[in-house]
Nanobody, 122 residues
């Protein structure tokens, strides 16, 4: 059983940056692909990006490329989402998730955090 807890959300102006963190406990962290998803009131859960077991492979949704960066620290059981040049449309609840598969499909992720709210003002 893996427990995930996100932090770092908040209110930021358009063009600003935020760094989200996700702390894991239980399980073997390095056994999991870690991903970030987000959800808005008018959208289903949306894939943001993922990072592979060793941290060498990352993959991002098109809207995140060039602006968002995922990194992981296996020693600290933590994964980060650095978000730069934020836009109002990035306003959402952001979730981290863990999977044994390198995939962007939410249904393949076994463990989820409770989410952290990001609000980007124009």
């Amino acid at each position: 059983q893996v427990a995930l807890a996100e932090s770092g959300g908040g209110l930021v102006q358009a063009g600003g940056s935020l760094r989200l963190s996700c702390s894991a406990s239980g399980g073997t962290f390095c056994s999991y692909v870690m991903a970030w998803f987000r959800r808005t009131p008018d959208k289903e859960r949306e894939f943001v990006g993922r990072i592979g077991w060793t941290g060498e492979r990352t993959y991002y949704a098109e809207y995140a490329k060039g602006r968002f960066t995922i990194s992981r620290d296996d020693a600290e059981y933590t994964v980060h989402l650095q978000m730069n040049n934020l836009k109002p449309e990035d306003t959402a609840i952001y979730y981290c998730a863990a999977s044994r598969s390198y995939t962007e499909y939410a249904r393949s992720y076994e463990y989820w955090g409770q989410g952290t709210q990001v609000i980007v003002s124009s």
